[in-house]
């Protein structure tokens, strides 16, 4: 006779193994990049409703967690190894961040960043993605704790380009940047439109960029959730 605590633990075996089907199954099938974490990031696929950081593109490298016009980090592989650019309010982390993959990432510099006035500051050390060309894209594994519609707020600087973002490589949403800051590192915070999330669970959200801007992250906030006041400062709307 097979004991019955046996057959519970069998049972509750194939339950966790649905659930973890289940979760799964809103990623494309065959896609072979995996959620960003290294030593100090841990948390694997970046949470929606919340912040989705550009530098944590998916691991898998070009054609699979993005594509580069060219194979080299212009910021923690090249800008970034020159003892100027160490600066003392960050660390070898920072300055080295993902340097041996092909985009583009660097961090918020006392010089560089804060020695002007910015339409909304970035945080000290705020990693983004630049040195951006037409036709790149990177991906990110999120993890949509609920379906429905999105606000999205960009943290950008330079040009008021326009950017996409696709779903499991579906179309999901066009958006024009609100306002031209006049330089790569002056930055301005705005919502720029929504997006809609049509089922839970794991997801492929693809941020597709052209030439001209620097990228720190998006927020994505439930629409019916009380906003944030805001300061509006021509197309531009600031969260306070």
Known sequence: MIKRSTVSCALL????????????????????GKPFQDSVYTAGPQPIPGRVECAYYDLGGEGVAYHDTDPTNHGSGELNLKPEHHRPHANPYIWGFRGNEGVGVS?????????????VAPATNQLYIGWTADGEWCNYTVNVKKAGAYRVIALYGNAAN???????????????????????HIWNKAEIGTITFREAGLQLLTFHYNKGNNFAYFEFEPIGKPQQPVEEVGADVRRL
Not at 15 to 32: C, E, I, M, R
């Open 162 to 184: 326009t950017i996409r973002f696709s779903i499991n490589h579906q179309p999901a949403g066009e958006y024009k940047l609100p306002l031209a800051t006049g330089s790569m």
């Open 107 to 119: 961090y918020t510099k006392d010089f560089a960043d804060f020695n002007h006035t910015n339409f």
């Open 13 to 32: 075996a194939i339950a966790g193994l649905s659930l973890v089907v289940s979760s799964n199954a809103a990623l494309p099938p065959g896609y072979q």
